[in-house]
């Protein structure tokens, strides 16, 4: 026999659920199927380089829950990758998925490399390397995998090619986060953004959007997007930044300039501090900002210990996977900013999949108003919920998510 210590392998899985039956969240019967992995795959296999030579590759795929349906949940090239790491992040794609109501498990996978260091089609090998060794348990009613850190519509697109090859038939479901092209969903690429986006709009649904002033830390993807979708709208973008710095304008930035100096033709910059808009700080300066609304965007653990009594923003959403370190947030609690979990905030990528293989196995294209429309009538029905949670149990936001995604999965349990 072994303990529970020796089965689980993600030590902040474990740290979770153990807060969560201190804090009586829920109880302890239906947090028992969560205490361990369903499945842990691991594998090593060669790709041929290139030059001839030959690598030996590390890659993981771990099913967490499948109780409310298949497995979701991406896949990551990172050397810096490992079982603990996939393991984890399939426990909170279990939680993520159950908390929006979409019928998917968590799952997660990882390649342990640097892809800087391979070829376009090195990179190829590799991928379709990886479903050779786990296309028996990956599946549309499986395990459905999709792009994560260092992964794109291509590398997915080379993976559902894989499959089909070995499975002998169309599978488009098999892997979302496709290209439009090769049976992607439209929204797809801005759909964390927006789903962030529709959050805040009904979090300030009573404040003058001008008078909302909001930083954001990260400029890659999730956050150049939503920066857009404020200033559009009407908020007040006063700070943005990236791994080198960022910018400050009191008034607001012109986020458009930005974008067009950072993302746009020929003459794209590297950083936004390059762009001359605002007054260049530091990323420590802007995770300082007293502002209406923190948005991190970029890495996890930047709100810690260290410095979370200098943050002075009133809330904080959480577009980055997990920004907020464990021994922080008592800190904001007492401190009364509010915190608008990642569980919640960042699920709009994942919902749009389920967008995606909903219309791959139904034969369907939806429209881009549809895809919007969808996404924003199932964000906002999930945000309600956590609310109204939240207050009938006296619960922050984080916990009352945690609540919420527990008890649906132990419902289906039954």
């Not at 790709?47 to 690598?55: S, V, Y």
């Not at 996404?375 to 009938?392: H, M, P, S």
């Amino acid at each position: 026999m072994y303990s529970d210590d020796e089965l689980i392998t993600c030590k902040k899985c474990r740290v979770e659920i153990d807060k969560m039956e201190e804090k009586n969240i829920v109880s302890p019967k239906n947090l028992k199927r969560l205490k361990h992995p369903r499945r842990i795959l691991y594998a090593n296999f060669p790709i041929k380089k290139d030059n001839g030579e030959t690598d030996i590759i590390t890659a993981f795929r771990v099913l967490y829950n499948d109780d409310l349906g298949p497995g979701k949940g991406g896949i990551r090239f990172h050397q810096d990758v490992d079982l603990d790491e996939v393991t984890e992040l399939a426990f909170i794609m279990t939680l993520k998925t159950s908390v929006v109501g979409l019928p998917f498990g968590g799952a997660k996978g990882g390649v342990r490399i640097n892809p800087r260091d391979y070829s376009e089609t090195e990179l190829e090998r590799i991928s379709r390397g990886y479903i050779k060794e786990f296309w028996k348990y990956i599946g549309p009613q499986e395990d459905v995998p999709a792009p994560d850190v260092n992964t794109n519509p291509q590398i997915m697109s080379w993976m559902r090619d894989e499959y089909e090859k070995l499975v002998g038939e169309k599978t488009p479901a098999v892997i979302t986060g496709k290209s439009v092209e090769d049976g992607g969903s439209l929204g797809r690429d801005k759909s964390t953004s927006m789903g962030g986006f529709y959050i805040l709009q009904e979090e300030f649904k009573n404040r003058d959007k001008s008078d909302v002033s909001v930083a954001i830390q990260g400029f890659g993807n999730v956050g150049s997007h939503l920066a857009q979708m404020l200033f559009d709208a009407g908020y007040k973008v006063v700070a943005v930044s990236d791994r080198e710095g960022g910018v400050y304008k009191e008034d607001g930035l012109d986020i458009p300039k930005i974008m067009s100096c950072v993302y746009g033709g020929d003459n794209k910059n590297e950083s936004v501090i390059n762009c001359g808009e605002g007054e260049v700080i530091s990323n420590k300066d802007l995770l300082e900002l007293d502002v209406d609304l923190l948005v991190p965007a970029a890495l996890g653990g930047v709100i810690n210990r260290e410095n979370v009594s200098d943050i002075k923003a009133n809330a904080i959403i959480e577009m980055a996977n997990g920004p907020i370190l464990v021994n922080a947030e008592k800190i904001l609690k007492d401190n009364n900013i509010r915190v608008i979990p990642d569980l919640l905030a960042n699920s709009g990528g994942v919902i749009v999949s389920y967008f995606e293989w909903y219309q791959n196995l139904h034969d369907e294209k939806w429209d881009l108003e549809k895809v919007n429309s969808q996404l924003k009538e199932r964000i906002i029905d999930a945000y309600n919920r956590i609310i109204d949670v939240a207050k009938k149990d006296d619960l922050d936001l984080r916990k009352a998510a945690y609540k919420i995604a527990i008890e649906r999965i132990n419902q289906a349990q039954k």
